[in-house]
């Protein structure tokens, strides 16, 4: 029998947290303290210590004696949410405009062309990965720790990638939100902090939009 180890708190903290973002299990799914023990390679112990930090991080549901469950935000934590984050990334796209000529240009740059791709070929996987980069680059290019670290708690309570891959099956969505993305883009290149703030937020807002009349329309789905 392999004999358990003990994994430090931080990275064993990461990894689960990333399998419950990664969408392997879908909001509502139970995390049972046994498999993941298993899975790691740890006692209960630590994985139990790992799952009440992610409950404090809204991500799951811990019911007492019941078990632990992958918790999806309500409509109106979602709506509070991403009013921060388009604060944050108006914030953000800001302070990059503000810096110049710095390496995160080149990468917005070619990750605009390869979302293009992505919109021609319809492929969603793709482009939430496009999405994120093209994201965390400008939250990274503001060159500020502290917005970094808020944006991360931030994007983790949204489980963000689960709702970008929903929304991008939209018809249409994807051209039009890499279109938002290049006129983000053009606003930083021409170090026009207060466009690049104004088109960031208006491109999150109409994000906001898309998700929240997708969660609508699954609702309504449901009530019949």
Known sequence: MQENVVV?????????????????YPPGAPLSELQLSEE???????????????????????????????????????VELFQLKEGLEGLA????????????L???????ED???????QDAQRYASLVHEFHWTIIRGADNRKLVEHYERLMNQLAYHRM???????????????????????MIIAKD???A???MRNHVYASSRELLTDAATAHESALH
Do not use: M, Y
């Open 8 to 24: 430090a708190p931080g990275p064993l903290l990461d990894r689960v947290r990333d399998l419950v973002l990664s969408g392997e």
């Open 40 to 78: 790691f390679g740890v006692s209960r112990t630590p994985i139990r210590e790992a799952l009440k930090q992610l409950q404090h991080e809204g991500l799951v549901e811990i019911r007492p004696k019941v078990g632990t469950f992958v918790r999806e935000p309500t409509r109106r934590e979602i």
């Open 93 to 104: 796209a800001g302070l990059l405009a503000r810096r110049g000529t710095v390496p995160e």
């Open 106 to 112: 080149e990468v917005l740059e070619r990750n605009v």
């Open 115 to 121: 979302s293009v791709e992505a919109a021609s070929a």
């Open 164 to 186: 970008v891959v929903r929304t991008a099956e939209h018809p249409g969505r994807i051209h039009t939100s890499t279109e938002e993305h290049r006129a983000v883009l053009d």
């Open 193 to 195: 902090h207060f466009g």
């Open 197 to 199: 703030e104004a088109a």
